[in-house]
């Protein structure tokens, strides 16, 4: 069956997801797709489903459980010339395969001078909000920002999912694809007790059927602004424009979609006509993106800058199972962030 | 080195990936499994060096026969008291099992993983170990605990993630953790306990102490390369480790010859690493524990490590995330060639005069009823979900032994933004 590409389908992230393999894999049978519970199963998360039936064993298959031998083996076939696109089940299993990323994926062109190089995305669902407990809940993103060599990309509509992933999956270099999985259903505000509101009632769901692309290092400023410039992404994203439209403030919110490349243009062109920044992430504090993105504005914004730079993060703690919620960062911390970056000098708000 | 021109005529190179036999739909047929008659298996001395037994690695080591009696020089030779005490803990691993499942359905918990049709592979084999020998299990080693007459109601606080859970509900349920019940924290990350119970034995026999370590993983996890890490440590140093691979056939929808099992057994591995290996029928009660003491007996005189492949199958679904109708044969548990562990060891005691139907279902009954007034127990504590049952402080502590600035700082923004939560809900 041919594919309509003008026609759109009301997907959830899951199934954008989905699509955008597919789409892949049609137009480049270099295209392959790999990981535990991936083939017949269609992975555990469903995200792979239906691709075995269409494309065959050989380009979409269950691996053993080892992922150092997954990314290993994906920079084997990179090499090659095919397009490995490997899952890790959860981004917590990702540091067996860390070596294989690292010290391999990420400098095999540096090293041969451009000879050999591994077009392979790794792509994994990370962070909390379903009660996964400590092994199923963090957000490792900033240790891939700090290798050089690898992009790391972070989706939080369906849209955004299937032409990042296509654009990831077509990049010649190795991208890491973080899936926010807390909103693979659905956009979610961040309280526990909402019901998750299907990405079908939602305005941003309808998605292309077709090849599409949402160039790497491009961010999407979500909503403009004056007061100040709120940085997101993933699940964040939503948290972060629930808790702006009701506490009714005149912010400016930038999804940064990708972490490396970055936008840093949108960003500094943002904090320069707001003055003040707000940088929101699930993962740990110390050490976490945000620190990175505090320190940018920072040095390239510090005479625009009217208040301190405040960072809303998850705690320094690994994710405890039965207090998840009360390690989220939900929209009372960024209430109160944003009530501290809005204090002028003289403490007043 | 040949051409282009020479290759040009070769046919083309083709990527195998391994298929299971049966999926969703196809009737299950075992009949191509090797079930060799119980009693066969010859018993080397424990004293014998790893060299004379590769056969092992490739056999099956059985106990109880089709009519349930004990043949064979592997038949530990136990008395009917301790044959019984094993069977109970089996029954009770299952009613536990049960209950807590429909609590993971009622909303209690978040999450639970049943060892149905495995039973014996944990408690057979910890009645064939000390007390204190230190246990390194993955997560669907329940029996162990349960084997110890350790407290129901402490596992099931552990599930509900309660103020009673000695984990404070850090731990996603099922992941229990007790130093005294010498057994070791589980981990969500596969295969990591294994190099950890090799590194215990290793510190074992260089203080000249005389535990040993035991160690668990499913045959899907033994593909990490954490199980090799182990096995290389354990060859080198001969330490006094009994590693078991529960290899149950699947591994969530990945059948077992994704973790290599379609070339080789999970046992032979042993022979590459000049370890001991044994292959051992794990629904037979008698053959694990016959095969577990032996490996002990070799760890307590320093004849090092053994790897022990438990051939069975997961009856149940992966965890209660699982469905399995989606992935394999209806009639796969049905028709799976080793029966059940329970009814395997109840016939024995029938067999030998020293049970029957009625005792076997007054027990039944029994363990039920202890479940469920633990169950009801556990409850009073909380269950998850219903209010928080820790402090929210717990959060911050025993990330480190003491606190440093940086924890207490945030430990105050959440008191802080906690505080801020209740006004709004005040106000509301
Ligand atoms: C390092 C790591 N990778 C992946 C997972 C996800 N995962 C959890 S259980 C499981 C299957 C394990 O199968 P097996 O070892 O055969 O044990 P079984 O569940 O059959 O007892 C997988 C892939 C994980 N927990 N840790």
Redesign the interface.
Known sequence: MSRDDNATTQRNMIQAINSAMDVAMERDDNVCVFGEDVGYYGGVFRATAGLQEKYGKTRSFDTPINECGIIGVAVGMAAYGMRPVAEIQFADYIYPGLDQLVSEAARLRYRSAGEFTAPLTIRTPFGGGIFGGQTHSQSPESIFTHICGVKTVIPSTPYDAKGLLIAAIEDPDPVVFFEPKRIYNGPFDGHYDTPVEPWSKHPASDVPDGHYVIPLGKANVLREGSAVTMLCYGTMVHVTMAAVEQLGIDAEVIDLRSLLPLDIETIEESIRKTGRCVVVHEATRTSGFGAELAALVQERCFYHLEAPIQRVTGYDTPYPHSLEWAYFPGPVRLRLAIERVMEDVSGEV | MASDTERRNLPPL??Y?P?PKF?PGDEADFSDIQVPPAGETRRPDTAADHGEMPDLAYGLVRVLDDEGKAVGPWDPKLDPETLRKMLRAMALTRAYDQRMFRAQRQGKT??YMKCTGEEAVAIAATFALDRDDMCFPSYRQQGILIARDWSLVDMMNQVY?NKK?RL??????I?YSTKQGSFFSI?????TQYPQAVGWAMASAAKGDTRIAATWTGE??S????FHSACIFAAVYQAPVIMNVVNNQW????FSG???GDETTFAARAVGYGIAGLRVDGNDALAVYAATQWAAERARTNKGPTLIEHFTYRAEGHST?DDPS??RSADEAAEWPLGDPIARLKNHLIALGEWDEDRQAEMDGECAEQVKTAAKQAEKNGI?GHG???P?E???EQ?FEEMPW??KE?MQ??L???E??NN?AKTR
């Open positions: 083709e990527l990936v298929e999926r978040s999450f993630s859970d404070m509900g850090r731990q996603l349920p992941m981990s969500g990350n596969l295969a899907g996890s593909a990490e390369g954490d591994a969530i929808s990945s994704f973790a290599g995330s989606q992935y998850l928080l049952h820790q929210l717990t959060m911050f990330v940086h924890l945030q923004d959440m802080d933004e906690n801020a939560a709004v």
